[in-house]
């Protein structure tokens, strides 16, 4: 598909961002398993709940927007699921494999913060109040774990895996 508008660059944006969030969906599971820390785990689990909302508010916005739900291969996403996986594996002590989890996780999810603010201002640009309302939604939970994330890493986690 050649790109020649703002509104095309935005729909192959929200395609990409479908792609992304399905793909951290799916290796969720996979970090969660390798994660020991208890407050970590936890608010993995909750996130996943989260992503999938994500999901269904880019279904809602390409619904409206009558877009196929067709996720576009994002290689920015992949690179860092990679490393996440390669760092879950790589590593042997619990505490050290849960700080770079944490900071793996952190890094994917400010790739969300950046997309999830480019889509709002163009929405936005464009005219696409509800889409750009809905996407606000997903920026802000993706804020949120970042922040809960940062937290548990600074509370005791990192001084754990320092030890």
Do not use: C, P
Not at 94 to 116: F, K, M, V, W
Not at 129 to 151: G, M, V, Y
Request: zero cysteines; a negative charge; aromatic letters at 4%.
């Amino acid at each position: 598909m050649k790109l020649t508008t703002l509104n095309d660059l935005y729909q192959r944006t929200i395609n990409d961002v479908y792609y992304a969030e399905n793909e951290i969906l799916q290796a969720s599971d996979g970090f969660e398993k390798k994660v020991t820390q208890k407050d970590l785990k936890s608010a993995m689990k909750k996130h996943k709940d989260e992503i999938g909302a994500r999901v269904k508010r880019l279904e809602a916005v390409m619904h409206d927007l009558k877009m196929k739900a067709n996720a576009h291969h994002a290689a920015g996403i992949d690179g860092l699921l990679k490393e996440a996986k390669s760092l879950a594996e790589d590593i042997s002590d619990d505490d050290t494999r849960d700080a770079a989890l944490l900071a793996a996780l952190q890094e994917i999810e400010h790739y969300g913060i950046n997309r999830y603010g480019t889509l709002i201002a163009w929405a936005e640009t464009l005219g696409q109040k509800d889409a750009a309302r809905s996407l606000h939604e997903s920026l802000a939970t993706a804020k949120d774990f970042d922040h809960t994330l940062s937290k548990i890493a600074t509370s005791k986690l990192n001084r754990q895996a320092a030890i």
